[in-house]
């Protein structure tokens, strides 16, 4: 079965010692991997968690966003080089962590937005960085596995159709596609055509609920989501992305204004659901 993550996003978007233990716990519960938020200014911690995830063989895989002042988008190619160079430090970051996926919204500024829909000029400043952090990540050995989110967090890639196209315009083997399932609730009309859409260059999937909470608890469509991925024969990571206020700081940038499920019961009752639907769907 594909190898089963979880991000420690439940808990916190820092990067020191306190997360050990959580990673000892993941292991201890039965994930294969963890994934962790690219972001904390402490450079030396990623390699001592890094480290830390290695002595407990668990694989790794992270996420990023890019702030305002360095959009891949913006018309100023200075800040355009600020976005590549923000990217870059992101897959260092990563690499030191081991991380063998750097996923995330990071085409274009994260809750952004312009008064206007997402132009093709946008694109193609967008796809020229992607290209350039593509490489940069070749070197690392690390796919980049962009992401499309909904409408009320970004206007250039909201659907599986948008984010394919970006990709082709990237035009780098390093450069390649996530599937969100709470993303997709949101924007897409049938999960079966968006995965189909995008399994060209599906590199990573966060097995995410409508609300954010435990996996099964709410009304994804979870037996089209997981047919449909077993029907594709997709071989990557399954990767539980749940929130809480656990870390205000991160949870007020990011809305969340209340406690979905405990996150070690949206880690113990979700891993046991993904297990159970690979197995009905033979993913």
């Not at 519960?29 to 690219?38: H, Q, R, S, T």
């Not at 909201?158 to 390093?174: F, G, P, R, W, Y």
Request: charged share 25%; with cysteine.
């Amino acid at each position: 079965m594909n190898k089963i993550g979880f991000n420690v996003l439940a808990w916190s978007a820092g990067m020191s010692e306190e997360l050990f233990p959580i990673l000892d716990r993941l292991k201890k519960i039965g994930y294969d991997g963890v994934e962790f938020f690219v972001g904390a200014p402490d450079d030396a911690m990623y390699k001592k968690v890094g480290e830390h995830a290695r002595s407990l063989e668990l694989g790794v895989t992270t996420v990023t966003v890019v702030s305002p002042d360095m959009n891949p988008i913006h018309e100023s190619a200075t800040v355009r080089a600020k976005s590549l160079d923000r990217i870059k430090w992101a897959i260092d970051r990563s690499h030191d962590l081991n991380s063998t996926v750097l996923c995330g919204p990071f085409h274009s500024a994260h809750a952004h937005f312009a008064a206007h829909p997402a132009l093709e000029e946008e694109y193609a400043r967008s796809a020229e960085v992607l290209h350039a952090a593509g490489e940069h990540a070749a070197s690392a050995n690390i796919v980049l596995a962009i992401e499309a989110l909904n409408r009320f967090e970004c206007y250039l890639c909201n659907t599986m159709e948008q984010l394919s196209k970006l990709v082709k315009m990237a035009d780098h083997v390093h450069v390649r596609a996530m599937f969100d399932t709470h993303h997709a609730n949101i924007e897409e009309k049938k999960y079966d055509k968006a995965i189909n859409t995008i399994a060209p260059v599906l590199s990573h999937v966060h097995i995410s609920e409508n609300d954010r909470g435990t996996p099964g608890d709410g009304h994804v469509p979870w037996d089209a989501a997981f047919s449909s991925l077993a029907a594709i024969d997709y071989k990557g990571w399954l990767t539980i992305e749940a929130f809480s206020r656990n870390d205000p700081d991160f949870a007020n940038a990011i809305n969340v204004w209340r406690e979905y499920n405990d996150p070690w019961h949206i880690a113990e009752e979700g891993l046991k659901f993904i297990k159970e639907m690979g197995a009905k769907h033979g993913l």
